[in-house]
């Protein structure tokens, strides 16, 4: 027998090992797109929501000058976030996409939206009424609240699970907090945390606010 006879004899036990290399780097590919996929989207499209705490009551005053409660949103699914006027840096685009969802929603009238001021001391009323008039606000659906810096401290902490610090001296961001939008449902128990820089987090956040929506009218 010569060599170039045996040699594809020598070969065919290598092709098993190579076909499970072969799919072994499939399986590989599949699951990485899985994984960015999910990372893109997020864990959207549950059964139902998750209970992630209970907002407690708070006091604010709101850019109108008027008292709000968290009872004052009773029945009302919030979608909340918590920014400042003069931020040069998230706090822009963050109201931008809180914008986005208000008319995104506007025919959702069981949807509020509400944004809190982490720098209660410049954000006066007055202060936020312009921002809000600025941005194109519906002060019948989106509220600018501020409360004093320990109580919204807080309420941020130990309520929306959100962190609120100071920057360091001479930082450009006075005030470092969360970009999250925190979804809260009619009884204000929070049903998502969705950070405005991931992709698809807006969408997944207004189709999970209209759902919460639907469903407490079905209830009544």
Do not use: Q
């Amino acid at each position: 027998m010569s060599a170039s006879s045996a040699a594809p004899r020598r070969a065919f036990p290598l092709l098993p090992l190579g076909l499970a290399a072969v799919g072994f780097a499939v399986s590989l590919a599949l699951l990485f797109y899985a994984w960015n996929l999910r990372r893109v989207t997020g864990d959207y499209g549950r059964a139902e929501l998750p209970r992630l705490g209970e907002v407690p009551d708070f006091g604010a005053t709101a850019e109108t000058g008027a008292t709000v409660r968290r009872a004052d949103l009773g029945g009302k699914v919030f979608i909340a976030d918590f920014i400042f006027t003069t931020c040069a840096g998230i706090c822009p685009g963050m109201t931008a996409k809180m914008k986005s969802l208000s008319e995104r929603l506007r025919d959702e009238p069981r949807i509020r939206f509400v944004s809190f001021t982490v720098d209660p001391d410049h954000d006066t009323p007055e202060v936020l009424r312009r921002y809000a008039l600025e941005h194109g606000a519906d002060p019948a659906r989106w509220s600018f609240l501020r409360i004093e810096k320990a109580g919204l401290r807080r309420l941020a902490r130990e309520g929306f699970r959100l962190g609120v610090e100071d920057g360091a001296a001479g930082a450009a961001e006075p005030i470092l907090h969360s970009t999250r939008f925190v979804l809260v449902d009619t009884a204000g128990v929070i049903r998502g945390y969705y950070d405005s820089d991931e992709p698809g987090a807006m969408t997944a956040l207004a189709a999970d606010a209209r759902r919460l929506a639907g469903e407490s009218a079905s209830r009544r």
